[in-house]
């Protein structure tokens, strides 16, 4: 394949204090893959980090807004690629295996591949970080498709169409989540291939806090559950309301048919309430699922009027 016919590959680098395993990560994915540009965009590290960022070889810039989230969105915003290689900096990513990934996103004319971890150390993944991936991704593949195993993994394969039509709202660690969902609702061709993970370097410490972060990615998915799924979402208020209407109405209506009073009356009018909002909140869902549709009509078109500077020509 000649020089014209290359995919322009970015690998995108978010990190904060990891000047213990930074120089690795540049240098092993420069090493995998020669004709890729390392950027490194530093979350406000106190440490060495952009220095030897910039002297491992990387293209180093600095995002002052904290968190994940933020810098991926400034990343996004700044780079032009075909390919864009995802990696959190701690070493702690395969990076040999990013050439299959890339060839895969390529040949079958993918959106995003995600990198799956299979742990080789104990140490690698802790026991609370395990629990809360299976929990959150489970309740992501009730609700929008099992289509990924891992869905917190930070090792991604991107194209330039799925990248440039991602608006990335999130701020912190919830982005994997982001991403995530914005390719199931897009039904984006995506993969999911398992890669391995091993523990970080000595020295170095993850800046994932299991229970807080857990939340923020758990609140998160309640919010797209809302927003993207609203007749499920009202619908289930409604139901929850309706049976707590019916559950007061019942001893009010018994007594009424036996004695023909109602002598309840605080409970009679909160069950009639209850049952109103339950009503409003099925209708809100039909009207809102309207404008969800509309809206995720206008991010398909907008996926879709992203050029592709880059297709692997078919080889059949």
């Not at 702690?92 to 995003?112: F, I, N, Q, R």
């Not at 609140?219 to 289930?236: G, Q, T, Y």
Request: hydrophobic share 45%.
């Amino acid at each position: 394949m000649s020089d014209a016919a290359k995919p322009e590959i970015a690998v995108l680098v978010p990190c904060l204090n990891e000047e213990v395993a930074i120089a690795r990560v540049i240098a092993a994915f420069r090493k995998a893959l020669p004709q890729a540009v390392v950027f490194v965009y530093d979350n406000g590290s106190t440490d060495d980090t952009v220095r030897i960022a910039r002297e491992a070889g990387a293209v180093v810039r600095v995002e002052p807004l904290r968190g994940k989230g933020n810098a991926m969105r400034r990343m996004f915003a700044d780079i032009e690629a075909d390919v864009y290689i995802l990696v959190d900096g701690d070493d702690t990513y395969d990076a040999t295996a990013a050439p299959a990934l890339v060839d895969k996103l390529l040949g079958e004319s993918l959106d995003m591949v995600n990198a799956a971890r299979i742990e080789t150390s104990e140490q690698a993944y802790r026991l609370g970080h395990r629990f809360g991936n299976v929990m959150l991704t489970g309740l992501v593949a009730w609700f929008f498709g099992a289509r990924f195993k891992d869905m917190l993994s930070g090792y991604r394969i991107m194209s330039r169409r799925f990248v440039k039509s991602f608006p990335a709202l999130a701020q912190g660690f919830e982005i994997e989540t982001e991403l995530t969902v914005h390719a199931l609702q897009l039904r984006a061709p995506v993969c999911e291939v398992p890669t391995q993970y091993k523990e970080r370097p000595p020295s170095s410490s993850s800046k994932l806090r299991t229970i807080p972060d857990g939340i923020r990615i758990l609140r998160l998915i309640i919010r797209l559950i809302r927003e993207e799924k609203p007749l499920e979402f009202f619908s289930a208020m409604g139901a929850l309301l309706a049976v707590a209407s019916v559950a007061l109405a019942f001893p009010v209506i018994t007594e009424f048919f036996a004695t023909g009073l109602v002598r309840r009356f605080p409970t009679a009018i909160l069950a009639t309430g209850l049952m109103i909002v339950s009503c409003l909140s099925f209708f809100s869902g039909l009207i809102l699922s309207t404008v969800t549709r509309g809206r995720n009509e206008a991010k398909r078109l907008q996926y879709l009027n992203v050029p592709i500077r880059f297709s692997r020509p078919d080889r059949s």
